[in-house]
């Protein structure tokens, strides 16, 4: 059903809190809340069951119930009511409850994962499930953290990516850290650094650790490198980030504080750079291990595949370009060439993040996450015209500038960003795009492309040519 329509998932589970609740209930029953004076999963082991493994099954099957899966967000609404029907029926009998309960469940190797799921779900809807958490078994889960994780293990793997987003979660529902939490923060650093696999998350609980006050230490240099290896290795988890979060958004968000403090320059000089190109590259489902044929450069009217916002949220992407615009003011020159070729990873990136297909995605993408998406998109576009203006802010070589305008008109830079200026940006921010479309067109053929009312909303543009090159000296905008 996870797999289904939006139509049929909400029918189905909204059937189990309304005619089918039995269903719930004796699920509900088989995990551990059973009324007063019943004992843990009595009712259902003994009348269905009967065997030693009932109690898994139980625990699973309500997992399934709760938790979304990644690329299964159709169904998160109604889940989502599910969990809230957990919290009140199942969670709120463990509060004093001692041993025997469902949480019980976080102490045995065949129930850990599964119980941890049933918690995230509710811990991310319910501030109350969040309390009961730290009130009853956060020391159980910062045990978990302390434990050796095999790579080649999934289920050790799970269980702490899962323990690192709900004590993410903990934190940001509750406003605060736990004391417990805060007592050991400091291994957070350490799994971060030495767990490639679970970098991302532990980067996002690393951040909201040091935002409420704890002191945490992170160096650049071994960020670097650490955040390399996961880029290049990453091995999708199915695990959802909360929020509405992408899996790398945290990381990235890390590395613009660390951009945004000076190390533009180390990043540039790193390996890591060239790999965060590729890895938003990969999550635009962009064509970049072969060369670019003619007809593939997406036009109006042709499908193109939805982006993986799993891995990348569009509040990701925008910190991922803000760290490109630290990068490219860092050093303007070495990055210019970058964008000298049309089959550059940078300049085919940027070219796609203005197409109407891109923000057709994007407004679906922010429509289902309740944002308002012409301001976000504004804000997107806003960075990638940031980028494509440093070629005609500094001083550049008249080779490389005619390589750029070429490559430009290749990526057909200038068409997008007429469409931009007169659809999708605000008015108050038409000075970024409005200069490199000038410069472009100034340049003359065959770097300009004609821009005709069908290729750009009627909007016409003269052949007249003005002296020097438009934008000079003050196209870049922070």
């Known amino acids: 059903m996870d797999g289904t329509s939006l139509a049929s998932s909400r029918s189905f589970y909204e059937s189990l809190l309304c005619q ?62 599910v969990a809230l029907y957990v919290t009140e029926r199942l969670l709120a009998k463990e509060v004093g409850r001692g041993t025997g309960g469902f ?23 319910s501030r109350d499930a969040c309390q ?44 605060c850290v736990p004391d417990l939490l805060q007592q050991s923060a400091g291994m957070i650093s350490s799994i971060l650094l030495r767990s490639p696999a679970h970098m991302s998350a532990a980067s996002l609980l690393w951040m909201e650790l040091t935002s409420r006050g704890c002191a945490l230490e992170l160096h650049l240099e071994d960020f670097l490198p650490a955040a390399l290896i996961t880029l290049m290795s990453a091995v999708p988890l199915p695990i959802t980030p909360p929020g509405h979060l992408g899996r790398f958004d945290a990381l990235l968000t890390l590395l613009l504080q660390f951009v945004s403090q000076g190390a533009a ?135 490389l500038l005619t390589d750029v305008l070429r490559a430009f008109l290749e990526v057909e830079v200038v068409p997008h960003l007429a469409l931009m200026t007169l659809s999708a940006l605000h008015p108050r921010i038409l000075t970024c795009p409005s200069p490199s479309c000038a410069a472009c067109l100034s340049a003359g053929p065959p770097s300009s492309p004609s821009c005709s009312p069908s290729r750009a909303g009627g909007w016409g543009i003269g052949a007249s040519r003005p002296e020097g090159r438009v934008g000079e000296g003050g196209g870049v905008r922070r």
């Open 103 to 125: 949480l019980d469940g976080l102490q045995d190797t065949g129930l850990t994962l599964d119980t941890l799921k049933v918690l995230y779900s509710c811990c991310n809807v």
């Open 20 to 81: 089918h609740q039995a269903v719930l209930v004796s699920v509900v029953q088989g995990c551990g809340g059973l009324p007063q004076g019943g004992a843990r999963g009595q009712g259902c082991r003994g009348a269905k069951a009967g065997g030693e493994g009932a109690e898994e099954v139980y625990t699973a099957a309500l997992a399934a119930l709760c938790h979304v899966a990644p690329r299964e967000t159709c169904c998160q609404p109604a889940k989502h009511q």
């Open 132 to 175: 009961l958490v730290v009130d009853e078994v956060l020391q159980n889960i910062l045990s978990m953290l302390e434990k050796q994780v095999s790579p080649d293990d999934p289920v050790q793997c799970h269980n702490l990516e899962l323990s690192l987003y709900l004590l993410s979660v903990l934190v940001i529902q509750l406003e």
């Open 265 to 399: 320059a180390d990043l540039l000089h790193s390996e890591l750079w060239p790999s965060l190109w590729q890895r938003v590259a990969f999550a635009l489902h962009l064509p970049l291990d072969r060369p670019i044929m003619e007809g593939e450069t997406p036009r109006a009217g042709r499908a193109t595949p939805t982006p993986d916002w799993i891995s990348l949220s569009p509040s990701g992407l925008l910190a991922f370009l803000t760290i490109a615009t630290h990068v490219f003011t860092a050093a303007p020159s070495q990055c210019i060439a970058l964008m000298s070729s049309p089959t550059s990873v940078v300049l085919t990136t940027l070219g796609h993040l203005l197409t109407e297909q891109f923000l057709h995605h994007l407004d679906q993408r922010l429509g289902a996450m309740g944002e308002l998406p012409q301001d976000c998109g504004w804000w997107l576009v806003l960075r990638v015209c940031q980028l494509l203006c440093f070629p005609f802010a500094v001083d550049v070589e008249e080779p």
